[in-house]
């Protein structure tokens, strides 16, 4: 028998996920680091929402804050429409377990000194979603068949170092649907593997959100394969910590507003020649990107954009907001003035 605790989150047509102003900061060597500031973002039922961006734009830690793993430094976190500093005693136990991460490397998240069935087994009787040692067993098998790892009588009794890199993460999505989420924060989940299984990974996946209603919000730096994954969701593209562009996937990709994601676009390699040679290139002001530590005031994509006004994109903060003759929202104050 299977036990199920979703009451937690009932479907209301409210947002799953909202995060209101958020910040969060850290500090290092007595030094703070701003990592995102003023998060404004929604997250649908049954939706795919992917985050792309450049390595330390703050996709982590908004996955994180999303599963529950971080807490912001300001601003409000919201699930089902409450925020979830009022969840309290057994509905928190139960909100924990619908909001579930996989991690960027399977090897490194799953404990060695295990077993694939004690890895799976462990959330099951912590959180008693079985009852007895024949659900238990039966429902073990279920996962592994549910990501394709079959027979599962040959993977219950091996390690994590006998699996491949694509089985072992298939292994931690398997452990991720144990305690029957709601909403999966895949962090760069099909990075660390093979070029070749990449694709099976991610069809794996929006198989598993057809059959189980998930939520998945997908992290990633590779805007090609956000494009595959969401075709049917958004995308939101991150920079130095802020929200610059979001949107549904085909106009993000087919008529990116933001600079830096027309940037992003235009680095992405396309497999027909032909479509290489005629391609539009942008070339940035510069190549490095600023400090966390030393952000530049304005629009922080400012010193390295094409389009740069002095006066305007270094003195004025853009807001993400709807802009005119676009259906995503972005934000870039001459994109919204329509000088763009």
């Known amino acids: 028998m299977v036990t199920d605790g979703s009451q937690t989150m009932t479907k209301t047509g409210q947002p799953l996920v909202q995060m209101e102003g958020i910040y969060r900061s850290f500090v290092k060597d007595r030094q703070v680091i701003p990592v995102l500031q003023d998060i404004n973002l ?32 300001r601003g409000v976190m919201r699930v089902a429409d409450r925020a979830i500093g009022d969840y309290r005693g057994r509905e928190k136990a139960l909100l924990r377990r619908q909001l579930q991460i996989v991690h960027q490397d399977p090897f490194a998240s799953l404990n060695p000194a295990h077993t694939i069935g004690d890895i799976l087994s462990f959330p099951l009787k912590r959180h008693r979603m079985t009852e007895g040692g024949a659900a238990l067993k039966r429902r073990i098998w279920e996962l592994l068949t549910m990501v394709d790892l079959t027979p599962p009588g040959d993977m219950v009794n091996k390690y994590p170092h006998q699996l491949s890199g694509g089985q072992r993460q298939r292994v931690s999505i398997a452990r991720a649907l144990t305690v029957q989420p709601r909403l999966i924060v895949a962090d760069e989940a099909v990075s660390m593997v093979d070029v ?74 396309e497999a027909d020649p032909e479509l290489t040679r005629h391609k539009q290139t942008i070339a940035l002001r510069s190549d490095d990107i600023p400090r966390l530590t030393d952000i530049p005031p304005g629009c922080a994509f400012h010193p390295r954009c094409p389009f740069f006004a002095a006066g305007t994109c270094d003195a004025h903060t853009p807001h993400l907001k709807a802009a005119p003759g676009w259906d995503q929202q972005v934000a870039c104050l001459l994109v919204q003035q329509g000088a763009l």
């Not at 990633?220 to 610059?244: P, Q, S």
């Open 42 to 73: 929604e997250v649908g039922e049954n939706e795919i929402l992917c985050l792309v961006g450049e390595s330390g734009c703050g996709k982590t830690t908004t996955g994180k804050i999303i599963a529950g793993l971080l807490e912001p430094s």
């Open 196 to 269: 070749s299984i990449r694709i099976t990974l991610l069809k794996m996946l929006l198989r598993l959100r057809q059959e189980l209603g998930l939520t998945i919000v997908f992290i990633t730096h590779d805007l090609a394969l956000a494009k595959y994954f969401a075709w049917e969701g958004r995308i939101a593209v991150m920079y130095l910590g802020r929200i610059v562009e979001i949107g549904r996937t085909p106009d993000v990709i087919a008529h990116p507003a933001h600079p830096y994601t027309r940037a992003l676009l235009a680095a992405v390699p």
